[in-house]
Nanobody, 128 residues
Framework: QVQLVGSGGGLVQAGGSRRLSCAAS????????VGWFRQAPGKEREFVGA????????YYADSVKGRFTISRDNAKITVYLQMNSLKPEDTAVYYC?????????????????????WGQGTQVTVSS
């Protein structure tokens, strides 16, 4: 199994920026699709964004589109979530996830059930 470690969370003021990292234990992570999800207290886990294993295609939830950006650095077998213009409603535990296989290098996945490997989550708190 691919083991993922999420990090980079913390306290940030509204309007500020934060970058989350998802580091993998195995090189093959660089060839797997990755998704970011978040869960606020009392709410269900929701999709944030996703990137194909090639890194050429991304997709974002409407709530974060234009503010968040996903990128991947295959040399470091790490995927990043750059968060800009943060709002209090972005406060949540953020999780990265990877899918073990895909039929296409350009595929992205939006559903949590599409993923097989999960990081432990990192808390992001946005103050107003």
């Amino acid at each position: 199994q691919v083991q993922l470690v999420g990090s980079g969370g913390g306290l940030v003021q509204a309007g500020g920026s934060r970058r989350l990292s998802c580091a993998a234990s195995e090189r093959r992570f660089s060839s797997l699709p990755v998704g970011w999800f978040r869960q606020a207290p009392g709410k269900e886990r929701e999709f944030v964004g996703a990137v194909s294993w090639s890194g050429t295609r991304t997709y974002y939830a409407d709530s974060v589109k234009g503010r968040f950006t996903i990128s991947r650095d295959n040399a470091k077998i790490t995927v990043y979530l750059q968060m800009n213009s943060l709002k209090p409603e972005d406060t949540a535990v953020y999780y990265c996830a990877a899918r073990r296989s895909t039929p296409s290098s350009g595929s992205v996945y939006l559903n949590a059930n599409d993923y097989d490997y999960w990081g432990q989550g990192t808390q992001v708190t946005v103050s107003s």
